[in-house]
């Protein structure tokens, strides 16, 4: 265990060991060909981040757009125009769909601390991990290319006949580089997926074995799987998509005898699974918050552990409850909702899970927790307005409306909170740096007031019938509107505060000891940051809940394992 | 394939103890995060067969475009199959049934550790690819000439009176029939018009006989009166063309009587099918031999040993594949019945 825990030697001086992944090589190059995922993890989130505030920065000028019906209605729109509005809404969901969510846990988070939580020295194939960080920036480019050829405004989900008919200038327009950059994403996508299985499968060190790995790594898994399995779908639709506007393929287009309902089935035969592939990491890492901050061994693993993977299953079975409204016959509809509501059992048997565990536990309100346990509320009410929607009458009505907004951001947007809670969980470990826990705190009460500010008075407005997309409204809807807004504007305050807080935490924070939370899983018995080869020598497998061996230990200013306490492992 | 590995380097596995990979003296292609490289090569394994799940998916929503459009639309799938050369597919076939048994073979020259054998073997598979692709251009050129080509490409007109390959003739009928084609659809009031001015079914004796002349007497003799008499008679078949919901197997075209029967609507989703899908295969047939020409030059440079042959096992699982993959196609295109 020598040089495993560096800041035992005197607390709070902690200069970070000699040697860890970030200090082993130096300059542009040793970032820019790295192999080492920890490094290409961090690269990953810094994008990641990155993007994620300009398809926030579109969110808020969409919201402020909204603050007024139109003139019309005696408002005045100033901001931008209804076809600027349409390109805004289109490219913040594009953004935040495949270039944010889609990879934030799995591809930032995942592959910094995956390797760590098997106790494996890297994923199986760093080159091609590198491969995905690239296409992920080439299909980033090509999707924010588009604003240079008039834009999209088709909406992500790309529905035909809009995105092979219309647009700004002629059968290039803005639709064919963001359709391309989505595919790159795709594949970015694929080989991450495709990287963590056969981690899994063939990295783990003896004496790990499928049911001593974390819960965050089945969540992982199972979203790999999704990842393998739906994207090559979504490959080729979008080259479909591309054929049809550039070369007139004519399957999608109805004045060719096509149908732009074959395209709609094609969508969503990926990006229904591709909602899983957002919220399975997520709810990983839920698995591992809750219990960890609860100091209690999570309630009832192996239901979490198969939970995902029945999710991971179900989800390629519900696709058509996207499209009660788009002709399909009405068995088909009836059996996709049948399916739809049957995916709620898992959701649920996750949720029990980390209410049972939470029960009785030593709750820590740290950040982390907060996100989580904002998270519980959100998924709550975003999953339980799904069965509103998976009714086939009621979504007649629903179709297309706020109702449909608010709830996918309660699902999607949730999981947001998931990876701000996952980024400061692990940011001791990535950084070797603690945070300011108090002003963390506050971001996070802020980003969940302004959140359901946001999204919560959605669901009215949806019932009361104001569609989605809409740049103009009738003026009953205004109040609605501002109150919407003004919870967006909350939610930038936290974002920024967010952001202070970790800028400060790189500049002063204290050192981070290597197991600051109390938690058991792997990671955390390596050095903070990690040494470039994570372990000399595999750590001995133990149960990643087992909290009774950890105790704190004040010089250290973090967690050790009882009996290494003082003693010569701890200090060396 | 794993004992097989297990069998064939056994003594590195050995040599190489548990975490201890940075140790001296371990087997130069094996990577800093593996213990073994039977470890390695089992990782490579499981990441190819994955990698080639994503590939039949990827091709799967092809196959199921083609099954809905195939289910939906027979008579497209009967009639326009006949374009298709049987003999050129059928050869295809066989070249890349040989070059998988030189990959094949390869492999095992490869894990044998026959350098020489692997070489010539990997360069035959090569040729192999080259041939498959001279031979999908001579195709796919044929097809361009005769106009049939996918979506708004399709142009029967080349094909239904373009056999003599007559160059004025083709010139001469594409433009009538080119007219008739493109103009109707965007000319709604003089389509409509002559609709109710004509409401010939789509049997009109007179379309047939009148398009069908010039095919039945093989004279390259449309004049231009000839040519400026179709547009009017083919006018009352355009709705049809551009129906919203194409409705079944009704409104044959008779302008398409010739050697291969009636030409019904929308012939050219068959095209679109074909050339996408062959087209895509094409695609990773040239990745194919991209990844061989790699595996040619490396093995010429003598990297690959008894010990080492990962890349040449899993190149020829990609190369197996793309073959499995026309094996389907070829029937699936080539000999509908």
């Known amino acids: ?572 | 394939m794993t004992q097989m590995a297990d069998a064939v380097h056994p003594t590195s596995h050995a040599a190489v103890p548990h975490g201890d990979a940075h140790a001296h003296g371990h087997h130069p292609n094996l990577e800093h995060h593996f213990d073994s490289l039977t470890q390695q090569f089992d990782a490579g394994k499981l990441g190819m067969w994955l990698f080639l799940a994503t590939e039949v998916l990827l091709f799967g929503g092809l196959f199921c475009a083609y099954a809905i459009f195939r289910r939906n639309h027979p008579e497209v799938f009967m009639y326009a199959h006949q374009f298709l050369d049987t003999t050129w597919g059928a050869i295809n076939t066989v070249v890349l049934l040989v070059s998988s048994f030189t990959m094949a073979w390869a492999v095992t020259a490869s894990q044998r550790g026959q350098r020489h054998l692997t070489s010539i073997l990997l360069a035959l598979t090569f040729l192999g690819g080259v041939g498959f692709m001279v031979i999908k251009a001579v195709e796919y050129s044929h097809k361009f000439h005769d106009g049939l080509m996918w979506g708004v490409h399709y142009d029967p007109a080349k094909h239904e009176h373009g056999h003599g390959h007559n160059g004025a003739h083709g010139a001469a009928a594409t433009a009538a029939h080119g007219a008739a084609d493109h103009a109707a659809p965007a000319d709604h009031g003089t389509a409509g018009a002559a609709a109710t001015a004509a409401p010939a079914a789509s049997t009109h004796p007179e379309a047939t006989t009148s398009v069908h002349a010039p095919e039945t007497s093989g004279q390259p003799a449309a004049t231009g009166a000839e040519a400026a008499d179709l547009p009017p008679e083919r006018a009352p078949l355009e709705p049809s063309q551009v129906a919203l919901a194409p409705a079944g197997p009704a409104g044959l075209h008779t302008g398409g009587h010739d050697l291969h029967g009636p030409r019904p609507d929308n012939v050219h989703w068959f095209f679109g099918v074909y050339f996408t899908m062959t087209g895509l295969h094409g695609l990773h047939v040239l990745a194919g031999m991209a990844v061989i020409g790699w595996l040619f030059v490396r093995s010429v440079r003598g990297d690959f040993s008894a010990d080492y042959f990962t890349p040449v096992d899993l190149g020829g699982l990609y190369w197996h594949l793309v073959d499995l993959i026309w094996i389907f196609l070829f029937p699936l295109l080539y000999l509908i019945h």
């Open chain 1, 1 to 572: 265990m020598s040089s495993l825990n560096p800041a035992a030697a005197g607390p709070l001086v902690g200069a970070p060991a000699a040697d860890n992944y970030l200090t082993h090589s130096r300059g542009f190059w040793s970032w820019a060909a790295t192999l080492d995922h920890k490094r290409i993890g961090v690269m990953y989130l810094a994008g990641i981040f990155t993007m994620f505030l300009v398809g926030g920065l579109f969110a808020v000028l969409l919201r402020s757009v909204l603050l007024t019906p139109d003139a019309a209605a005696g408002g005045v729109k100033t901001i931008v125009d209804a076809n600027m509005y349409n390109r805004f809404f289109t490219l913040h969901g594009a953004v935040m769909v495949f270039i944010v969510i889609i990879p934030g846990i799995p591809a930032a988070l995942g592959n910094f601390v995956l390797p760590l939580m098997l106790g494996a020295k890297d994923v199986a194939f760093p080159r091609l991990n590198l491969c995905s960080f690239y296409l992920w920036l080439i299909g980033t480019a090509m999707a924010l290319a588009s604003l240079y050829w008039g834009g999209v405004d088709t909406g992500w989900t790309f529905y035909t006949p809009y995105s092979t008919k219309v647009g700004s200038s002629g059968a290039f327009g803005g639709v064919v580089p963001v359709v391309a950059g989505a595919f790159v994403l795709g594949f970015s996508s694929i080989f991450t997926g495709l990287n963590f299985i056969v981690t899994i499968h063939k990295l783990r060190p003896p004496g790990m074995t499928w049911f001593r790995m974390p819960l965050f790594l089945w969540g992982t898994y199972a979203t790999a799987v999704i990842q393998v399995l739906a994207t090559p779908v979504l490959g080729i639709t979008l080259l479909l998509l591309l054929a049809e506007r550039l070369l007139g393929i004519g399957f999608f287009d109805s004045e060719l005898g096509g149908d732009p309902v074959l395209f709609q089935h094609f969508f969503w035969f990926y990006s229904h699974p591709a909602v899983y592939i957002m919220i399975l990491p997520a709810m990983g890492v839920m698995s591992e918050l809750i219990s960890v901050f609860s100091h209690k061994h999570i309630f009832g693993y192996k239901f979490i552990a198969f939970s995902s993977v029945a999710i991971a299953i179900l989800g390629f079975l519900v696709w058509g409850h996207h499209m009660f409204t788009s002709g399909q016959s009405e068995l088909l509809g009836v059996i996709f909702s049948a399916i739809t509501f049957s995916i709620a059992i898992p959701s649920a048997v996750k949720m029990f899970n980390w209410l049972t565990t939470l029960y009785k536990g030593s709750i820590d309100f740290k950040a982390p927790m907060c996100y989580a346990l904002s998270f519980m509320w959100i998924f709550g009410i975003g999953g339980l307005t799904g069965l509103f929607l998976g009714m086939m009458g009621l979504d007649q009505h629903l179709h297309d409306t706020y109702f449909v907004v608010a709830h996918f951001h309660y699902v999607m947007a949730g999981t947001i909170f998931v990876f701000f809670g996952a980024i400061h969980y692990w940011w001791p470990k990535m950084t070797g740096r603690m945070y300011d826990e108090g002003a963390a705190v506050l971001a996070s009460l802020l980003m969940f007031i302004g959140f359901n500010m946001t999204f919560f008075i959605q669901f009215l407005m949806g019932t009361r019938g104001m569609p989605r997309r809409y740049y103009a409204y009738r003026p009953e809807f205004q109040f609605h509107h501002i109150v919407s807004t003004m919870g967006s504007y909350v939610m930038l305050a936290a974002v920024l505060l967010l952001i202070y807080v970790l800028i400060k935490s790189l500049r002063s924070g204290r050192p981070a000891p290597a197991n600051p939370w109390g938690a058991g899983s792997m990671e955390w018995q390596c050095a903070s940051p990690p040494p470039h080869d994570n372990f000399k020598t595999p750590p001995p497998v133990v149960d990643a809940y087992d909290y009774e061996s950890l105790e704190w230990d004040e010089r250290v200013g973090g967690y050790v394992h009882r009996g290494r306490r003082g003693g010569p492992a701890a200090t060396h």
